[in-house]
């Protein structure tokens, strides 16, 4: 079940928010804590026919309630005469006032600032305080993070427990929540409406992260460190995993601590990872198993365990010479005749020189970063040109792969100058979106690869990689077009 949020400020809004969340809740959770004038619980609920649970959380817990102690438990007495299904009530708040009437009472306990831990600790605590329900909001900041709070929620007790995770990672344990049978989840009713910031929204984790068709049987892939595309990428994704009726759906993932990863990965049953190729994260130490292009470049996109064996594979160097080369055999050119121009030190940029330089390219590496640029040209055996001598280069093809990169006059930035007609752009630092280089060399005459193709070619890729078939493009197109504006 899912339980959405709302977070009104008035009355009046908080009407229709009751409203609006009807329509897509199980369950709905009226936080009292930011209304300015204290409500009358029993009038905003009396058309709702989905479970309500009344908080008003104080700030400690994440909470917005700006009055005294004594107000706030008196608005939680007066909520709970109105008679909701269920009161939300903190360990101390829980001692102020007992049980009344047939609302069920959801003791949290809150930690803000670090993971669950003493988890069983915690849950006698709840339980002394005559909770119904027990509920364990704390830190998700990385994928590991995650794990005490889906154990606590999925593990057999005499009360049942939900949990909630704040921070980035706090979508991975809802998705995983879903999965493994937590008996509800949280979500907000829209964005800027979130009870905790970054709360993912309902909408969101429907129509992005398909929501509704994650079970038992659902295989997760994780996505790690695509960013601001993420979202993107995870949709084009799932609706390609569902067109196919594959298991498959992607599970948003933040690296962190790189020995604990495998035996939660193996005891999750989750059987691989999409990597962005631009994070700066050693996860190229962590198969079994590697191909060469992981050996040399010291970078991998795609970790996937077959045979008991996690095998690392590079799948953008190979995405990154099919579209250069269709580029450039439309104007009849050859691209072991090229001079290539590579902008960028992380694992990326070292992916793609090891693609140019496997094609007999004359490869050079640049960056502002000079000391980074020239160890990485020593690693990959290319040449390396300062960036304060990069307008004096020849270059027919420049190839970027630092999103860090900005177009201008500074020390740090690239002149849009440098790009001329007859050279060759191509961008994949933010792929499949567009980028103010793409733009303002195709703008100079140069021939720009669009970053739509370098992305689509790029899902394909990982998508064949994993399911055997191809991406539909019409789904790329559609989810493209809808998502970006």
């Known amino acids: 079940m899912i339980c959405i949020s709302i977070t009104p400020e008035s009355r009046s809004l908080a009407r229709v928010d009751m409203f609006n969340a009807s329509q897509f809740a199980d369950m709905i ?17 009396q058309d709702t026919k989905q479970p309500v649970i009344v908080s008003c959380r104080r700030q400690v817990d994440g909470g917005k309630f700006s009055g005294s102690e004594d107000e706030r438990i008196a608005m939680l007495r007066q909520a709970i005469i109105s008679g909701p299904d269920y009161v939300e009530l903190d360990l101390e708040t829980a001692k102020q006032i007992p049980r009344f009437g047939e609302t069920k009472r959801v003791i949290s306990v809150t930690s803000l600032d670090r993971p669950a831990e003493n988890v069983d600790q915690m849950f006698e605590e709840a339980w002394k305080a005559k909770a ?10 990385y994928f590991e993070d995650a ?20 921070g980035p990672s706090g979508i ?8 493994y049978g937590s008996p509800w989840l949280y979500a907000a009713l829209e964005k800027g409406m979130e009870a905790f910031d970054g709360q993912t929204s309902a909408f969101d984790l429907n129509e992005i992260y398909d929501l509704e068709q994650i079970n038992s049987k659902t295989r997760f892939l994780g996505l790690a460190g695509y960013g601001e595309t993420q979202p993107l990428v995870a949709k084009i994704l799932n609706r390609g995993f569902r067109k196919i009726d594959s298991s498959y759906r992607c599970l948003p993932f933040q690296v962190g601590n790189l020995d604990k990863i495998r035996k939660r990965l193996e005891t999750l049953k989750i059987p691989g990872i999409f990597v962005n190729p631009a994070l700066d994260v050693d996860l190229h130490k962590f198969p079994d198993k590697d191909e060469e292009s992981v050996q040399q470049s010291k970078a991998c996109d795609l970790l996937f365990l077959k045979k008991d064996q996690w095998q690392g594979f590079n799948l953008i160097w190979r995405v990154m010479l099919k579209a250069v080369e269709r580029s450039l055999a439309l104007h009849e050119k050859e691209l072991s005749q090229q001079n290539v121009l590579v902008f960028g030190t992380n694992p990326l940029a070292r992916s793609l020189i090891y693609g140019l330089s496997r094609k007999g390219c004359v490869v050079s590496v640049t960056s502002p970063d000079d000391i980074a640029s020239k160890k990485v040209a020593q690693l990959m055996q290319v040449r390396q040109i300062p960036f304060m001598n990069l307008y004096d280069t020849y270059t027919d093809l420049a190839v970027i792969a630092d999103d860090g990169l900005k177009p201008g006059i500074g020390k740090t930035e690239i002149n849009p100058a440098f790009f001329r007609p007859e050279m060759t752009v191509a961008d994949f630092s933010r792929i499949p979106l567009e980028t103010e280089f793409s733009r303002e060399a195709s ?19 990982m998508f064949k990689a994993v399911t055997g078939k191809e991406l539909d493009r019409e789904i790329f197109d559609e989810t493209v077009q809808t998502m970006v504006v």
Do not use: N
Request: net charge positive; aromatic share 6%.
């Open 29 to 45: 959770e009226l936080c009292l804590d930011r209304l300015i004038k204290a409500p009358d619980v029993g009038e905003l609920t």
């Open 132 to 141: 119904d329900v027990v509920k364990i909001t704390a830190a998700t900041r």
């Open 147 to 166: 794990w005490p709070l889906l154990k606590a929620v999925v593990e057999k007790r005499e009360l049942p427990v939900v949990g909630m995770g704040i």
């Open 172 to 179: 991975t344990f809802s998705l995983l929540g879903r999965k």
């Open 443 to 461: 703008e100079r005459g140069s021939r720009v690869i669009p970053p739509q193709e370098l992305g689509f070619d790029y899902l394909c890729a």
